[in-house]
């Protein structure tokens, strides 16, 4: 990425992990809503979505060349229990910066999510039709619908990542080593599978499918299909914890939740031939989180 970036949701996992992911390739300025971010070489603005002619005051202060578009509301739970508020976070706020950008001819990364398919098949493509399960993944399907009305040359990125997470906002990676480091035991989801992918390794894709004008809506996820409970073996396997921690369960038993689809895997393949390479594996990806936090981005993420 060359030039200037401008990320909403700055306060989030994804957009902290993505500004420090890219701050060395060009000016990055996350934008935020109530709370105040710091780090090194980025700005930080506060910034309202609440209408397109909010966005493009933004836009036309700041003059980025580039939006991600990363602000909602993430928790499944918290979308059951207010409907309307998912609806405003992740519809209409989504509308307003697509519309927002189309106006102003930016290109628009939007991203969206993997749990807008019925859970019955694995590694499934952009071909395959949204079944949405909950409140949550309802919103973030009509969300898709109203970004490439608004802006058709978006490009809409489904994916579900990890990576340090700041103090208010643990990852699921987090959880498994804070949990572990703790030496307190923890249960994770045997019959739950997705292809987690690095926030970092997400972004550089992501730059790198906009340089190549890609549109529409792209997974971007790791190569490997794995379940929660595998996942939280590697972990403890990468940074040296004990796994004897870890518990199987079963989010087939547990009734009290929202619904949620069992199988959330996404094919990367078309992602792939795009980029002319593959995104990697559970083992490279967590490398790479181990060595982050020997260079300390995991600290500065995590106090900012």
Known sequence: MSGSILITGGSGLLALNWAV????????????????????????????????????????????????????????????????????????LAGHVAAACARRSLPLVHISTDHLFLGDQALVSEEQPVAPQNVYARTKADAERRVLDACPDALVVRTNFYGWGPRYRRSFSDTIIDTLRQGVPITLFV????????????????????????????????????????????????????????QPGRLAERSALAPRPLDMSLSNAHACRLLGRHLGGVDLHLDRLYEQEQLGIAQEVQHS
């Open 21 to 92: 992911a890219v701050r060395d390739r060009g000016q990055v300025t996350l934008a935020l809503y109530d709370r105040e971010i710091r780090l090194a070489g980025i700005r930080a603005q506060y910034a309202s979505l609440d209408s397109i002619d909010d966005v493009l005051r933004t836009l036309d202060a700041i003059g980025p060349e580039m939006v991600v578009h990363t602000a909602g509301l993430a928790s499944v739970e918290d979308c059951e229990a207010d409907e309307p508020l998912a609806r405003h976070v992740n519809v209409d």
């Open 191 to 246: 019959d739950v599978f997705y292809t987690p992918v690095l926030a970092e390794t997400l972004s550089h894709a992501v730059h790198d499918l906009v340089r190549l004008n890609a549109r529409g809506v792209v997974h971007v996820s790791g190569d490997e299909r794995i379940s929660k409970y595998e996942f939280g073996l590697r972990v403890a396997r990468r940074f040296q914890l004990d796994a004897g921690l870890i």
